[in-house]
């Protein structure tokens, strides 16, 4: 059982390894995953809390989690990394030659934890669904989660998604749009407006649940609050309003940091304000 | 005479339909997803038996693809079922990345493939699909000739672990490979001996293929006809075999020529045996409306065409 500050903690060292990761790289996304990174952090060391040693691709008797917006892979490597799927040495290796930890997530290198390829936007949720289907036919009683970006919502598929979802009563699916309005041009409402969300999403029939995804006290109490809401006969949908870059003050709702890799400097300035809470990998 | 009897015509969608009915039997494993074709593509008596196995997603065939691709985990085997054009083309993203480079053990089942889908014209003829299915990794693509053996691919496929694209059509068309026959994934089929040219047909166009050949006995030259049900991944050994004999070669499909059958045999010849080679094959056109049979004359995939592509091949050899 993890206390909000340990849960806090493992937060701030998984933006670390964000930044030092796509630093190595000279290449990757930032401020997604870092503002992402008390939702995944949540979601592993609270909410789900799935056995990496029983990991499984079918993931028969247990939670899973997709990652859509597959370009936040960074987070999601530390994540799994700092849980325990593999050695948190391998987050090195993230977007060299030869790495299981590509640019975005893939199954081909056979890396723990990864069960679809995703990057291409728009096809997660789809994704999520299916295996949301398969757990009811199997009659397994586990959830599926899913993360979206906003900008993502720009592809198409997710509407069909989301009329699937509520249509066929998928109701064992919790679903969460990483709602910090930037994406790599500029804000979401310039580049395409996305009007009231929450009202579109509601009208299509899901449970929507606000959620401020940088607390890592509502994100935890959020989480277990559409836990609740599951097997109503209702998917659930949390809008995490989260701060693109959260957790260093230069990159902080700025959609410049969408994919851009820190300098030096800036990597140093960027740890400065970051403790090293677990360890550096 | 023809050694290969009609024994009724029927179209290859219910001939897929049959066998995905009989492979739902065999394992509950199998489910069906349909984006509002479940008729035309015969899955409604697989429907109606397995209501819980079966998902209508609607007109909306990104979703499903998507959709297929999660129930694999969780280990279901998800047959999808569209029009070819719709099975690929429309959602060639989402089974490239979520299918192929993810190597789900997805059935992509494609109707109404080629000019025989007649009437409804160029916007419904899938004549790009196997090119696009066979550029990508992973996956294995298949197209039979007729009635029972679009059914036993279908329940080949069912037990082989993979992604698959499995392609058929809309019209009645001669039924004459035995019923049962086992399907061998991977191995082409030869149907008649022949020792002047070898012909290689897919789909509907083997029925035309043993016909010319027929026609080519007369005119004195022995075609040997070759079907290519797997598309992917070719039977080398068989191809390179038959033309190490015969010397030249005709390629025959209701697909279009760039990146179809024929070119992915003159790629397997140039590589290890190069041969004069002929191909009939739609050439670089969109489809239209009409009746299958004055669509195949139109876009020269009948049997005067492949005779003719025969006896072109025959004398360049000579020549």
Known sequence: ?281 | MMRFNNAGSRDTRSGFGEGLLEAGRQNQDIVALCADLTGSLKMDQFAREFPDRFFQVGIAEANMMGIAAGLTIGGKIPFTGTFANFSTGRVYDQIRQSIAYSAKNVKICASHAGVTLGEDGATHQGLEDMGLMRMLPNMTVISPCDFNQTRAATLAIAKFKGPVYLRFGRPKWPNFTPVNEEFIIGKAQVMTEGNDVSIFATGHMVWNALHAAEALLEKGISAEVINIHTIKPLDEKTVLQSVHKTGCAVSAEEHMRNGGLGELLAQTFTRNHPIPMEMIAVNDLFGESGKPEELLRKFNLDIPDIVQAAVKAFSRKKG
């Open chain 1, 1 to 281: 059982m993890h206390t909000i500050k340990d849960l806090e903690n493992i937060a701030t060292q998984v933006r670390r390894d964000i930044l030092r990761m796509v630093h190595g790289a000279s290449s990757g996304h930032v401020g997604g995953p870092m503002g992402c990174a008390d939702f995944l952090t949540a979601l592993y060391f609270d909410t789900m809390q799935p056995d990496p040693a029983a990991f499984t691709i079918d993931g028969k008797g247990e939670d899973l989690f997709f990652l859509s917006n597959g370009h936040l892979s960074a987070g999601w490597y530390s994540v799994l990394a700092r849980y325990g799927y593999f050695k948190t040495s391998e987050l090195a290796t993230f977007r060299k030659l030869g790495s299981r930890l590509q640019g975005h997530p893939a199954t081909a290198e056979g890396l723990p934890g990864i069960r679809i390829s995703s990057g291409s936007l728009g096809q997660g949720l789809s994704v999520a669904i299916g295996a949301a289907l398969a757990k009811k036919l199997n009659q397994d009683e586990h959830l599926v989660y899913c993360l979206l970006g906003d900008g993502e919502l720009e592809e198409g598929q997710n509407w069909e998604a989301l009329m699937f979802a509520a249509g066929h009563k998928v109701d064992n699916l919790i679903a969460t749009i990483d709602y910090n309005g930037k994406q790599i041009e500029g804000p979401v409402d310039e580049v395409m407006p996305l009007g009231d969300l929450e009202a579109k999403i509601a009208s299509f029939g899901w449970k929507v649940l606000n959620m401020m995804g940088n607390d890592m006290n509502d994100v935890t109490a959020t989480l277990k609050k559409a836990q609740w809401f599951t097997g109503q006969g209702q998917p659930v949908m949390l809008l995490a309003h989260t701060h693109m870059g959260s957790g260093v003050d230069f990159m902080t709702d700025n959609h410049e940091w969408h994919g851009v890799p820190p300098n030096d400097d800036q990597l140093a300035r960027a740890l400065g304000q970051l403790e090293e809470t677990l360890g550096d990998y």
